[in-house]
């Protein structure tokens, strides 16, 4: 079933979302309590993909209907201070606003070009919380179709 680019697959297998417990609670003890479009980076144990670590991006460029990442503290921190510790990046996390759980064409847009300087990624873990409802929708989007977003489990440890 294809719903604008949000797809349910029947045919294909989806990856769910490993995540931590205390990941999901910082999530949504930050982006969840903040006004939509804010967000931050998932992160995890390299060779792995489940999410252990959560960074809110409080420096990010944000307005009603944009979440822009701070890409010079978030490569930084990347180069410095991750990556040595043994994580690398699975996706991001995101709000919007009113009940829109599903990526917008720009977020599909940035996501594309992270996969592609990332070719190391099998999938991009997208999930988008919605404060209004204060919920966590679970998405992934597949390196090999980076068009497409589509809705999976997430699996809490």
Same mark, same amino acid.
């Given at each position: 079933?294809?719903?604008?680019? /949000?797809?349910?697959?029947? +045919?294909?297998? %989806? ?13 949504? &003890? =930050?982006?969840g309590a903040c006004a939509p479009e804010t967000g931050g980076i998932l992160l995890g144990p390299i060779g792995s993909n489940?999410?252990?670590? $959560?960074? $809110?991006?409080?420096? +990010?460029? &944000?307005?009603?209907?944009?979440? =822009?990442?701070?890409?010079? =503290? ?15 990046m699975k996706g991001f996390v995101h709000s919007h606003p009113g009940s829109f759980d599903r990526l917008s064409d720009g977020? /599909?847009?940035?996501?594309?070009? /992270? ?8 999938? $991009? !873990? !997208? ?10 929708? +679970?998405?992934? %989007?597949? +390196?090999?179709?980076?068009? %497409? ?7 809490? $440890?």
């Amino acid at each position: 079933m294809e719903l604008g680019n /949000l797809t349910e697959s029947v +045919a294909r297998p %989806v990856p769910p979302i490993w995540m931590s417990r205390h990941v999901r609670c910082h999530i949504m &003890c =930050t982006v969840g309590a903040c006004a939509p479009e804010t967000g931050g980076i998932l992160l995890g144990p390299i060779g792995s993909n489940d999410i252990t670590d $959560f960074y $809110f991006d409080s420096h +990010a460029l &944000c307005s009603g209907a944009t979440y =822009t990442p701070d890409h010079v =503290t978030l490569r930084h921190k990347m180069k410095e201070e991750w990556l040595p510790s043994g994580l690398d990046m699975k996706g991001f996390v995101h709000s919007h606003p009113g009940s829109f759980d599903r990526l917008s064409d720009g977020d /599909l847009v940035y996501i594309r070009r /992270l996969l592609d300087r990332n070719p190391d990624m099998r999938f $991009f !873990a !997208a999930p988008i919380v919605i404060p209004r409802s204060f919920r966590l929708r +679970a998405i992934v %989007v597949l +390196a090999d179709e980076p068009h %497409v977003q589509r809705p999976t489990q997430l699996r809490l $440890f």
